[in-house]
């Protein structure tokens, strides 16, 4: 099969189309032929050789795919060769083919194309597992959502408005607010322009916000808890600016603040197989009724693979961007 290689960790250049080993479906497994992989900010970050697979994982880059059942390891019921699905997987995603935990497995949507499938499973695991699970985010509450035109902020958006929930956004242009707007948000602040903290004090009449999602880290640690309403619930995924700040946590306590966060890949199979169970019973029937979609910035074929990391580190895309891996060669 051809995978995209990573020889050595680097810039997006060290990615080169090259022959391996289809992997083989275990107990459990089952076989993926790819048609598509989205590519998400931890590629970028393993590529630079900073965030290593988690043991047993494939080393291969990838943790999101589209396309049908190829095979069936024992003891899987669930699905059947040809079956078109998507799959968070553990790595080895950017293949022609992986093999997945069936539990970490969905059945592709109907109505949406394999490219618009790809794009959904580690956005809506990461999303489930940190806005509803442990941010508890109920209905008529109020979201604050940084990084909001990224591929987790664009299904935050969805996710939370089909919950009955009024959204908040941070975004760093005009365009990407106005995104943000026509995907649902209630209000679309550009950081580069204003101070998120004074806009949504004003917003909700200093009451603040209910549940905050933060991929930034940094300074905004401190701000969050300053926008943070009584019993709030703020949940980092990610430090883009660090995971170090000076932090008064005086109103942590005096509002009774829940400050939590995760990181989904290593997480065992039966907590991941859980998030897939309630997405099929909540969020799937939510995309069948054509409520929320994914949004895709740009399809690459998997010969481009270097330019699409190039795109994903320059933040310059809404939604998310996804890998054509039967793409013919160019050649």
């Not at 080895?92 to 959904?120: H, I, K, R």
């Not at 580690?122 to 591929?151: M, Q, Y």
């Not at 998120?196 to 916000?209: D, L, N």
């Not at 580190?313 to 939604?319: I, T």
């Amino acid at each position: 099969m051809r995978y995209i290689a990573m020889k050595e960790a680097g810039d997006a250049n060290v990615l080169s189309v090259e022959t391996t080993e289809a992997p083989q479906p275990q107990a459990g497994e089952i076989l993926i032929d790819v048609a598509c992989a989205g590519v998400n900010r931890p590629d970028v970050f393993q590529r630079m050789g900073a965030y290593p697979p988690p043991p047993g994982a494939s080393p291969i880059l990838g943790l999101e795919v589209s396309g049908t059942v190829a095979q069936v390891g024992s003891g899987v019921t669930a699905f059947s060769v040809g079956d078109p699905v998507c799959a968070l997987t553990n790595g080895g995603a950017y293949a022609e083919q992986v093999a997945v935990n069936a539990g970490q497995c969905l059945p592709s949507p109907e109505g949406l194309s394999l490219a618009e499938a790809a794009a959904l499973p580690e956005t809506c695991f990461t999303v489930w597992s940190n806005v509803f699970d442990r941010g508890a985010l109920k209905a008529n509450e109020t979201l604050l959502i940084h990084g909001g035109a990224s591929g987790i902020g664009t299904t935050a958006i969805q996710m939370a408005k089909c919950l009955g929930a009024t959204v908040i956004v941070t975004a760093s242009s005009d365009d990407k607010c106005q995104a943000c707007l026509d995907l649902g948000a209630d209000l679309a602040i550009n950081y580069r322009e204003e101070d998120f903290v004074e806009v949504i004090q004003t917003f909700t009449k200093k009451r603040g916000v209910d549940v905050i999602l933060d991929m930034v880290g940094g300074d905004y640690i401190d701000r969050n808890i300053k926008v943070a309403a009584m019993d709030g619930r703020i949940v980092n995924i990610a430090f883009l600016r660090g995971p170090q700040a000076e932090v008064n946590f005086m109103p942590v306590m005096l509002k009774r603040l829940t400050l939590t966060g995760s990181t989904l890949r290593p997480q065992p199979p039966e907590v991941k197989a859980q998030i897939a169970a309630d997405l099929k019973e909540t969020v799937w029937p939510w995309i069948a009724s054509g409520k929320m979609k994914p949004q895709l910035a740009k399809i690459f074929s998997l010969y481009d693979a270097p330019a699409a990391h190039q795109m994903m580190e320059r933040n310059e895309v809404v939604g998310k961007i996804v890998l054509d891996m039967k793409a013919e060669s160019p050649e």
